[in-house]
C-alpha cells in the first residue's frame, strides 16, 4: 500500500508504517482477508489523544472563554461530522482497506466508517512518534477548523459569569447558601440564595444544588444588567 501522499497530508512521516496500515485496516477486511488486527485499538487511543489535544489546545487559545465554551468547543471540533469533513479532506477514504460487503454498502461514504479511520490514524501517529508528535500532527490538521474569538458559542453558566461580574463591579465573589428543599424524596427542588457583595439577594429553584445555584446567578445578573 502506497502512502506517501497521506503521509505527507498529516504532515508526519512514519518510522513504523505498519501502525498506518493497521489503522486504515477495517474490520470487515480483516474478517474476509483474516488479517489479525483491525483498526478498532488504534482508533480506541486515537480518540482519547484528540480529545486530550484539542482540550489542551481550546484552553490556550481562548483563556476567557468558560468552561461551558471549551465544552461546546471540543464537542464541534470532534463530533462525527466534523472529524468525516477533514478525513475526506485528506482523501483519507481512497486509503481505508474494507471488506467488499462494506464497500458494495457504501462504507467508503459513511461519516461513521471515516471518523473512526481518522481516529485510528491519530493514534496510530501516537503510537509511532508518541504524544508531542501526535500533538503537532493534529494541530496542523485542525489549523483552520477553530471559531474567531467573536464566534465562540455562547455559555448558560450563569454563575461563573456572575463571578465574572462581580469581580470587575465590586472586587468580591457572590456568596450562595442552600436555603431549603421541598417536595418528595424522587422530586425535590433545591432552593439557592446568592447575595451579592452589596447585600442583593436572590433564589433560584432547580431541581440539583448546582441547577438552583444557576437560576439564582441567573436573576442577579439580570439584575445587575437592568439596574
Known sequence: MDTDELQDCIHHRFGQVKFLEVALTHSSFANEQEVNQ?????????????????????????????????????????????????????????????GRGEELQGGRERDALLADALEAVLGAVFMDGGFEVAKRTILNIFEGEWPEQAMLPETKDYKSRLQEVAQERFRERPVYVLAGTSGPEHEKLFMVDVTLPESEVFRGVGTSVKRAEQESARAALKFLSEE
Open 38 to 98: 483491525d483498526n478498532e485499538r488504534l482508533e480506541f487511543l486515537g480518540d482519547a489523544v484528540l480529545e486530550l489535544c484539542i482540550s489542551e489546545e481550546g484552553f490556550k487559545r481562548y483563556p476567557r472563554a468558560a468552561e461551558g465554551q471549551l465544552t461546546r468547543i471540543r464537542s464541534q471540533l470532534v463530533k462525527e461530522q466534523s472529524l468525516a469533513a477533514i478525513a475526506r479532506d485528506l482523501d483519507l477514504d481512497k486509503y481505508i482497506r474494507l
